[in-house]
């Protein structure tokens, strides 16, 4: 078919709805299953063969599967509907989305239901055509990629195994992604000692934490120089404690007696948990030598009772040349007449600097850059509307040179 046929079919106020759609549904990490069953619904309805995986007892993700005829490449459109918890500075209801002038508001559109929406969008485009594919594309909405990516994992594991992916991360619909850090993250658990008659002061555990901070942030990551700037990285997230593993804050006068730090790392080739873990229990063990009352626990992966990180993502580095790459870059042309402003490394080092699900699927042997479109932050939740036409067309293009 005549592929400006095929880009008419991309619906500007349909791919809006579509996205309003989903920020309706909160579907917070851990909590992806409610708009699972939608998305699996929204599918199924439109004649996708749809596979509702129970990941784990009670947690669903949905992969719908457009078929082809036989004999032909398959691709896979690859994102995930977790969302992180808000960010202050709402003054809007974030789950009743809105359009001002090219940005689409609400709570997780930015990362990354805007890169589902495209991604759902542009398989539509082709089922709506009714041109006939050889190949399936196979449309994965997973849980649990702001968890390490444990939903791409099981579904790799599980039999899909395209031949190519497509990863609608929003790293912007101008540049195509082949290159950034992994992930790894920790728990510290620092133990206290409440006072009593023969110790009058005891040992508070927080101001140990704030003595472990300072020296986990001094702490030099053996690693060997990458070619991203300001990696690795290493940031302490999340700072909490109380009384007993509850965490209790009712005795807030009191010495705590647990208190816990959960800490990210962006990682280059090369490094690992045990890397860091040695690293970092060098400079711990150190307070612990000088402090007989230091008492530490470095934990990886972290437990699960904490509903955050599950898995590990490896660095991500595949090579350009790949063809899948240069068939998105083709595409771009066809819709732009324009070059891609960038293929390889993500438009800004700040962006390079987190792990995404592309790395498992290119472990499993699936190429897979990341493509999709950006807009905000955490802090302001847009995206952008005109990226997410563009990155709507540009992966029916890309779907239909591959399974054709």
Partial sequence: MATQELIRLIDREELVALGKSLVRIPSFIGEETPIARWVASYMSSRGYEVDLQEVEPGWFQTVATLKGSGGGRSIMFNGHLDSNPLATGWDRDPFDPWVDGNRLYGAGIRNMKSGVASMIHAAEAIRKSGVKLKGDIVI??????????????????????TDVAVVTEPYGAHHIVTKHAGMVDFAL????????TSDVNGVDAIPQMMKAIAAIYDTNLTHKPWDI???????????FGGRGESYDLRSVARNSDLCTAFMGISTVPGMSAATIRRDLETSLDKLKAADPDFQYELVNPIERKFNTWI??????????????????????????????????????????RYGDDDA????????????????????EDYTLIDEMELCSKVLALTALDVCR
């Fill in 140 to 161: 994965a909405c997973v849980l649990a990629e702001l968890q390490g990516g444990l939903g791409t994992k099981y579904l790799i594991e599980h039999g899909y195994k």
């Fill in 189 to 196: 658990h620092i133990k206290g000692r409440h006072p009593d």
């Fill in 229 to 239: 700037e300001g990696l690795p990285w290493l940031k302490v997230g999340s700072v």
């Fill in 311 to 352: 898995l590990d993502h490896p660095p991500m580095d595949m090579p350009v040349d790949e063809e899948i790459v240069q068939t998105i870059a083709g595409a771009y042309r066809q819709v732009t007449g324009d070059e891609p402003q960038g293929i390889g490394l993500p438009s800004s080092p700040l962006s390079a």
């Fill in 360 to 379: 498992h699927l290119w472990t499993a042997g699936i190429p897979a850059p990341i493509y999709g479109p950006s807009g905000g932050t955490y802090g």
